[in-house]
């Protein structure tokens, strides 16, 4: 199985700073036949299912803010907030979706300093 | 718009069955695979296999392989997961999710989701 882990864990962050999580595959998630990363972001709020904000590692979901961001290629990834709002306050998660089993990272809490 | 309605919370006995359903509205069912994704309190989110709608094919985590039985009614727009010799450890919210298109990757990325199924294996 491909293991995601995320970091930090949990990141506390002024309104209106930036936020930055990181997730790193343990092999390349690079799918040559369409020359994308299988790679997503979703956010999770209390109590809700895990909204997706980000597809093919950089491709913004329809109707997701643009202060929401994804980059990296092969193993590593990032998902930026560029300016964090009281409503960003969620739990974040990457999901490889390169092969069977798809996983998931285990989640970066984002909390508001 | 597209919505996933989940049946409600179930409590079960170690050993039982469990059998949650899925509605799809707002999109043609037979269009999108159907996933299923578990999540245990506190714990990060596990997919556990998809379902094409169209066919009836289904595929699964090896984890759960044996344990595990995706369905559909076409006929009503629903999806089915029905989960066997439940224990202790299965407890956790139970989501459907609507990934894919038939023909392509049954590996995909999860755009719409439902609200969610508790599902209390306790004895």
């Known amino acids: ?113 | 718009q597209v919505q996933l309605v989940q049946s409600g919370a179930e409590v079960k006995k170690p050993g039982a069955s469990v059998k949650l359903s899925c509605k799809a509205s707002g999109y043609t069912f037979t269009n999108y695979y159907i996933n299923w994704v578990r999540q245990a309190t506190g714990q990060r989110l596990e997919w556990m296999g998809w379902m094409d709608p169209n066919s009836g094919d289904a595929g699964y985590a090896q984890k759960f392989q044996g344990g595990i039985t995706l369905t559909r009614n076409t006929s009503i727009r629903t999806a089915y997961m029905e989960l066997s010799s439940l224990r202790s450890d299965d407890t956790a919210v139970y989501y459907c999710a609507r990934g894919g298109v038939p023909g392509s990757s049954a590996w995909n990325y999860f755009d719409y989701w439902g609200q969610g199924a508790l599902v209390t294996v306790s004895s």
């Open chain 1, 1 to 113: 199985d491909i293991v995601m882990t995320q970091s930090p864990d949990s990141l506390a962050v002024s309104l209106g700073e930036r936020a930055t999580i990181h997730c790193k595959s343990s092999q390349s998630v690079f799918y040559s036949s369409n020359n994308k990363n299988q790679l997503a972001w979703y956010q999770q709020k209390p109590g809700q299912p895990p909204k997706l904000l980000i597809y093919w590692a950089s491709i913004r979901e329809s109707g997701v803010p643009d202060r929401f961001s994804g980059s990296g290629s092969g193993t590593d990834f990032s998902l930026t907030i560029s300016s964090l709002q009281a409503e960003d306050v969620a739990v974040y998660y990457c999901q490889q979706f390169y092969n069977t089993p798809q996983t998931f990272g285990q989640g970066t809490k984002v909390e508001i300093k």
